[in-house]
């Protein structure tokens, strides 16, 4: 399971396997103090469909036809630098990512007073360092939007582009382990690791 935390949020992303079509099965759970953000009882059931049966207690399932395109846009995105999304086709989750960057992506209309000697002199130095790493540091932010598809709840009959999301500001070292954690699970999927649902 690949594990990205901020605070006392957390979000989980599983490849359990691939169904009989060898689609890509995942469970994606968004947590808070390692409990379920998602009330069980407003997800879609599990005798909805045979889908549906195998859907884990306060997750979501999401599947997908393209081999490993999850991890290949979130790797895309760090070494770039730009911004990159993934959907999946079923039942619709979307994961976007945004290097360097802090939700609401625009500029702040907060004026700066004051600032310190020290802390000039530190991002000073923090400027010099990224030079001379090439433009990238560990600790440079990321942010990470992942957005369930509103088709994931009970009532609802289809996909409609809505749905709650989960906002997550990381560092680009603990985003690269996410992705590193993530290919593992897809490691396991090709060595015939299978989820017949």
Known sequence: MAILSSGSFRLEIRMT???????????????????????????KFRDFSRH????????IL????????LI??????LDTGEPQYFEALDPGF???VYPDKFFPF???????????????????????????A???????PVT?????????????IAYSGNGPAIILTSTRYKIQQFIDALQLEYEATKCGKRNPG
Request: aromatic fraction near 12%.
């Open 17 to 43: 396997g691939r169904d009989v079509e060898d689609w890509i099965r995942y469970e994606i759970f968004f947590r808070y103090k390692g409990k379920s953000i998602f009330d069980d009882r407003i997800l």
């Open 52 to 59: 549906w049966n195998t859907r884990p207690f306060g997750g």
């Open 62 to 69: 999401g599947e997908d036809c393209d081999e490993d395109e």
């Open 72 to 77: 290949k846009k979130m790797q895309k995105a």
């Open 94 to 96: 979307l994961v976007a």
């Open 106 to 132: 625009i500029p702040s209309n907060r004026i700066k007073v004051y600032q310190s000697d020290e802390l000039r002199q530190q991002q000073m130095d923090n400027e010099l360092v990224r030079e001379l």
């Open 134 to 140: 090439g433009g990238n540091l560990p600790e440079d």
């Open 144 to 156: 990470i939007i992942v957005r369930v598809d509103s088709f994931n709840f009970c009532d609802e």
